[in-house]
């Protein structure tokens, strides 16, 4: 059976709750009338926001106000998100900006947060507004520095920086949403995570994945681990845990 305190959250608030996590944010999107209520929601959540409808512009933009979160579109009318992205991330003035892409495909979603490119998250159109704000308050909290870069259980390392999985020191290859899955269970190890918290702290709000899908890519993320993988313990019913008193 499951104690009440595995269940329920902890009710204290987190360390930049709010104010805390203000930011200078860059809002690249063509189309006007997103664009507009991104601005005007993420200006009314306390943040400092510029907004480009084109890449090129987004650059430039970026060069004076400094974004320490851009907010980007994938397909742009000049240049294509991801080339936007590279860009920032050469950029010695740029590359410390958290980056969450915005795409409409979510087949492309595994590409994009592709870590070859850098993004630090993804939101898959449609998304509310809510959940953006959500999603953008979360990746400033992460980047005000609690992450630890490497995580280890029993034989498992993980080492977010390189985005590189061992196990008793053999490489294991995980799609960008094996990495997060695992990541996020790490983080939250010996705490139940239903598969809804997990679909929308890994996958995003995606409205057409289902909760089955979660079901899937625990089930790969365990063979790929090989005996490591027995820490994910299933829990009937509810959804998954990483056990530390399971590792190998
Ligand atoms: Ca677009």
């Known amino acids: 059976m499951l104690s009440v305190t595995e269940l329920s959250p902890t009710t204290k608030k987190p360390a930049c709750y709010e104010k805390a996590c203000m930011a200078r944010v860059l809002v690249v999107e063509d189309e006007a009338d997103l664009r507009e209520v991104l601005e005007y929601n993420l200006g009314q959540a306390g943040h400092r926001v510029r907004s480009a409808p084109s890449g ?49 495909k979510s087949e492309e979603i595994d590409r994009v947060v592709g870590f070859e490119l850098g993004a630090d ?4 159109k449609p998304f509310s507004v809510r959940e953006l704000l959500l999603r953008v308050q979360a990746v400033l909290r992460r980047a005000q520095g609690s992450e630890t870069p490497v995580l280890e259980l029993g034989s498992i390392r993980v080492d977010r920086v390189a985005h590189r999985v061992t196990v008793n020191g053999q490489e294991v290859q995980l799609t960008s949403l094996e990495f997060k899955l695992l ?49 994910i313990e299933t829990v009937r019913g509810v959804g998954y845990r990483l056990v530390d008193s399971n590792a190998a």
């Open 56 to 104: 090129s512009e987004a650059l430039r933009i970026a060069a004076e106000h400094k974004p320490e979160l851009v907010l980007l579109d994938l397909m742009l009318p000049d240049m294509s998100g991801t080339e936007v992205c590279r860009a920032i991330r050469k950029d010695p003035q740029l590359r410390e900006a958290r980056i969450i892409m915005v795409t409409a």
């Open 183 to 231: 990541v996020t269970l790490l983080e939250r190890k010996n705490r139940v995570q239903t598969r809804g918290t997990l679909l929308t702290d890994v996958w995003g709000f995606v409205a057409d994945i289902e909760s089955r899908t979660v079901d899937t890519h625990v089930k790969r993320l365990r063979e790929k681990l090989g005996a490591a993988g027995q820490c």
């Open 121 to 124: 998250d993804y939101v898959a």
